[in-house]
Every structure is written in structure tokens, then in C-alpha cells.
């Protein structure tokens, strides 16, 4: 089984800040990578997919980048509706899911 | 603009398998290139992935649930179904169904249902 490491496990900051999230994986999965925010109480949106395509309609202060085990999420400019908890996934084998990041208010 | 929604008990019984349904609106599961999948995310905790099938049939598990999962599609209905045996406390989760892209690097989960929360109690 592929592992993904996801760091930090939760982050806080302020509107305005620049955030970087990170995803490891056990073994290279070339691009195989995916980005997800979720809200409480809702199911989870896709960002980004193949580790750095914006997905439709996705605000273009999210960036994904990386190949092989190492990965990041950044958001340039927190905005306010950012406050989330963002997750990685691998489709290389199987799939994956990161343990999770939650961005928090400072 | 596709839509999902699971329906199935909201509780089940230690030991009890948990059935549940996602009906596909506004796509088919027939559709070539995608996937339907099943995640959970039991409370306060994060994703984990489940398994999928392919409208042909061809199904993925997660390796630690393999042995009790089940995932069927009725295609004539345009529905797909989740069963999983010997439930157990740890299975208490928000349980979603989605569908997953194939692109070229992998698939990737485009469209999810709202989620439904299977509590295992006695």
C-alpha cells in the first residue's frame, strides 16, 4: 500500500498569508494527485487533479505542484472562505487519501 | 450538472450488514470513463476510500475493507450500491458516494453526494 504523509496536520493563519501544505507518499506515483477542501458538514471539492491542474472553477490562488513523493498545496492569498480542512489523494495505486490539513483562523 | 444521493439505514446493527444506495441524476452510470465510488469520513476524522466499480463491473477495493465489501451498479436504474458485512463500531462514518474521472494521470473525484451518516449501535 502506498502511504501519504500530509504536513502540517493543521496550520493557522491569517486572511492575506501565504499557505503551503505538503503530501509525501511511500513510493513515486508520478503525478497521480489529487486536492480536495472540505467545509463542516460538507462533502468534499475538488481543487486540484493530476498534482497541478486547476479544476473548473477553482479561484486561481490555488496551485498545486510536485511529482514522484513530494507534493504542495498552495494558497497565495488566504481569503476568508479558505478557513477549510484540505486533503491529498493518490490514484497511482489503488487510491489514498493524506491524513488532512486544517487552516484555521490565527 | 450530475448529482448523487446515498439512501440506506441511518442504523445498523453491530454484526448487520449496512446496505446503501447512490442514485445518479443528470449522467449515467454507463457512462465510459468514469467511476462510482464509496468514502467515509467517520466523525472528526478524515477520508478514507472505500472502493468503486466501473459500469462494466470491474470493482476496486481499499485492501483493508475488501473482505466485507460488495459494490453492485444497476444500470437500468442508474444506481450503484454499497454493502459491507460484520459492521462494527469503526464503521460508524459519513458514508459518500462519487464519481471519479479518468484522466491521464489517474482518476480524480469530481462529483460527490451530500453524505449520510450509518451509525453501528445497538
Known amino acids: 500500500d502506498i502511504q501519504m504523509t500530509q504536513s502540517p496536520s493543521s496550520l493557522s493563519a491569517s486572511v492575506g498569508d501565504r499557505v503551503t501544505i505538503t503530501c509525501r507518499t511511500s513510493q513515486s506515483i508520478s503525478t497521480y494527485l489529487n486536492w480536495y477542501q472540505q467545509k463542516p458538514g460538507k462533502a468534499p471539492k475538488l481543487l486540484i487533479y493530476a498534482a497541478s491542474t486547476l479544476q473548473s472553477g477553482v479561484p486561481s490562488r490555488f496551485s498545486g505542484s510536485g511529482s514522484g513523493t513530494t507534493f504542495t498545496l498552495t494558497i497565495s492569498t488566504l481569503q476568508p472562505e479558505d478557513f477549510a480542512s484540505y486533503y491529498c489523494?493518490?490514484?497511482?495505486?489503488?487510491?489514498?487519501f493524506g491524513g488532512g490539513t486544517k487552516v484555521d483562523i490565527k | 450538472q450530475v448529482q448523487l444521493q446515498e439512501s440506506g439505514p441511518g442504523l445498523v446493527k453491530p454484526s448487520e450488514t449496512l446496505s446503501l444506495t447512490c442514485t445518479v441524476s443528470?449522467?449515467?452510470?454507463?457512462?465510459?470513463?468514469?467511476?462510482w465510488s464509496w468514502i467515509r469520513q467517520p466523525p472528526g476524522k478524515g477520508l478514507e476510500w472505500i472502493g468503486y466499480?466501473?459500469?462494466?463491473?470491474?470493482?476496486g477495493y481499499n485492501p483493508s475493507l475488501k473482505s466485507r465489501v460488495t459494490i453492485s451498479v444497476e444500470t437500468s436504474k442508474n444506481h450503484f450500491s454499497l454493502k459491507l458485512s460484520s459492521v462494527t463500531a469503526a464503521d460508524t462514518a459519513v458514508y459518500y458516494c462519487?464519481?471519479?474521472?479518468?484522466?491521464?494521470?489517474?482518476?480524480?473525484?469530481?462529483?460527490w453526494g451530500q453524505g449520510t451518516l450509518v451509525t453501528v449501535s445497538s
Open positions: 443528470g449522467g449515467s452510470v454507463r457512462s465510459g470513463g468514469y467511476y
Open positions: 466499480i466501473y459500469y462494466t463491473g470491474t470493482t
Open positions: 462519487a464519481r471519479d474521472a479518468l484522466g491521464g494521470s489517474g482518476t480524480y473525484t469530481d462529483y
Open positions: 489523494q493518490q490514484s497511482y495505486t489503488s487510491v489514498t
